[in-house]
């Protein structure tokens, strides 16, 4: 069965720091992977998404994200983060039935 | 003009009560979802239509019946409310099923419902 780990439920960084949001899958067959980001009392935005291409994925607001298969990681990454990058983050996964599965989240707190 | 659109934005009711979340898109998708996010953050698909047609129906009570009357449309509708009821209720909606992994979901703003 698909699912997906991320490692840390809350994250702090400085202003202006790089930003690493862990999360580890585990898929029977080569993974669909996306990252969502949900900002405080609001929906879930695509961040960016996998499907088997370049294993270095760009997103929006400058995130990124690389596909390991040998160590079974899709982790996001920023260079720098920003205060407006304060949010939940979603690691997914496709399951069988074609439905995505999320991860238990990642809390990203921006200290200025 | 909002792609994913849910009402009411907040719910407050008391346990026993029934009551209804509509979502519409207007992005001409043709599949809809509803997920259910806990206290916890924890998102979980609860129901999939592919054009009106129930595609997913995890294990939810019962007493949850989605109902979809066109492709645009996929209501909730819930009997008997309870207090393990009080969540967040997400709508979305992707082009075609997801299991091509090339489609991804726009969804709404989310319904809070707090069942006292």
């Known amino acids: 069965a698909q699912s997906v780990t991320q490692l840390d439920s809350h994250v702090s960084v400085s202003e202006g720091t790089p930003v690493l949001l862990r999360c580890n899958y585990s898929s029977s067959y080569s993974p669909s992977l996306f990252w969502y980001v949900q900002h405080p009392n609001k929906g879930l935005q695509l961040l960016l998404k996998y499907t088997s291409a370049a294993t270095l994925v760009k997103g929006i607001n400058g995130f990124e994200a690389e596909f390991k298969k040998s160590e079974t990681s899709f982790h996001l990454t920023k260079p720098s983060a920003h205060m407006s990058d304060a949010a939940e983050y979603f690691c997914?996964?496709?399951?069988?039935?074609?439905?995505?599965?999320f991860g238990k989240g990642t809390k990203l707190s921006v200290k200025p | 003009d909002t792609a994913v659109s849910q009402t009411p934005k907040y719910l407050v009711t008391q346990m026993g009560n029934d009551k209804s979340i509509k979502c519409e898109q207007n992005l001409g998708h043709d599949t809809m979802y509803w997920y259910k996010q806990d206290s916890k953050k924890f998102l979980k698909i609860m129901f999939s239509?592919?054009?009106?047609?129930?595609?997913i129906n995890e294990t939810v009570p019962n007493r949850f019946s989605p109902k979809s009357p066109d492709k645009a449309h996929l209501n909730l509708h819930i009997n008997s409310l309870e207090l393990g009821d009080s969540a967040v209720y997400f709508c979305?909606?992707?082009?075609?099923?997801?299991?091509?992994?090339?489609?991804?979901?726009?969804f709404g703003a989310g319904s809070r419902l707090t069942v006292l």
């Open positions: 239509y592919n054009n009106k047609e129930l595609i």
């Open positions: 997914v996964v496709i399951g069988s039935q074609g439905n995505l599965i």
């Open positions: 979305a909606s992707s082009p075609i099923g997801q299991g091509s992994g090339a489609n991804v979901l726009t």
